[in-house]
């Protein structure tokens, strides 16, 4: 059975960092595409950071660029996102999933499995 879960969020001050993980289990994700996304009460999911199979290639949202980067450990089947200089509008459950290819892609429908999510509070 795939499973993602996700760690690392918490309540942070507004300048502050956080680093989120996303542990996968059921099956290797190491030829898979992974990405992050984040939902704030009453507004869609959003997309965040996607990560390539092989680490090499990845994709930010305009909002987080230059600011959040996502990294990957295949052998440990896990994927990072590293998250500095928040703000509080980065507030929301923050999501990680796993699409059915190598391509870092943007769209939630791309993905086919996901995690249950992790808070992230950033106070202002």
């Known amino acids: 059975q795939v499973q993602l879960v996700e760690s690392g969020g918490g309540l942070v001050q507004a300048g502050g960092s956080l680093r989120l993980s996303c542990a996968a289990s059921?099956?290797?994700?190491?030829?898979?595409?992974m990405g992050w996304f984040r939902q704030a009460p009453g507004k869609e999911r959003e997309f965040v950071a996607a990560?390539?199979?092989?680490?090499?290639?990845?994709l930010y949202a305009d909002s987080v660029n230059g600011r959040f980067t996502i990294s990957r450990d295949n052998a440990k089947d896990t994927v990072y996102l590293q998250m500095n200089s928040l703000k509080p509008e980065d507030t929301a459950v923050y999501y990680c999933?796993?699409?059915?290819?190598?391509?870092?892609?943007?769209?939630?429908?791309?993905?086919?499995?996901w995690g249950q999510g992790t808070q992230v509070t950033v106070s202002s």
């Open positions: 990560i390539g199979g092989s680490g090499v290639s990845s």
């Open positions: 059921g099956r290797t994700f190491s030829s898979n595409a």
């Open positions: 999933a796993v699409r059915p290819n190598r391509s870092p892609k943007s769209g939630a429908r791309e993905y086919d499995y």
